[in-house]
């Protein structure tokens, strides 16, 4: 069977029912790219099927990496991957999460990537998530910065 498309398969408007409540499938799309982190999906068998569009991507992902085994795509760093991913699959370890400087492209700024193993509700293992956030977008724009108290969020006055 072919890699098929969620849009080949689920239509925009279907229901997506989740056991805290339901949303049709284009919304949670809109809402994933509003994130202000991104994130990926590899499935127990290390074949890369997931990742969040989001505008701005710290790393960039191409649609041509879907359905390709995630060794591949990160073949510098592939055997620390490959351990990872054993020790998610034998449950050694949950999550993997680590701290760098962001070195390419025209921002700056201290990232944040961790990697969880994805269990269903009996503990089998169904793949790797990863979230990767720029911490620089938390402190604040031209030196505006986020109220502390309910009290000061109310007193922030609207732009006009």
Known sequence: ???????????PDAVINFESGAIK?????AIIKL??????????????????????????RRKAAIGRPVLELHPKVAHHVEKLLND??????????F?????????????YQKFMAVRDENGNYLGCMDVTINM?????????????????????????
């Open 1 to 11: 069977m072919s890699e098929q498309k969620l849009s080949e398969v689920v239509s």
């Open 99 to 111: 701290w760098y400087p962001k070195t390419s492209g025209e921002e700056t700024g201290q990232i």
């Open 25 to 29: 499938a284009s919304t949670l799309d």
């Open 88 to 97: 998610f699959r034998t449950g050694k370890r949950d999550e993997w999460e």
């Open 136 to 160: 620089d977008l938390f402190k604040g724009k031209d030196g505006v910065r986020t109220p502390d108290t309910i009290e000061e969020f109310k007193a922030v006055k609207p732009k006009e």
């Open 35 to 60: 994130l202000p982190f991104e994130m990926g999906f590899c499935d127990a068998n290390d074949i890369f099927r997931w990742y969040s569009n989001n505008p701005g991507r710290i790393h960039s």
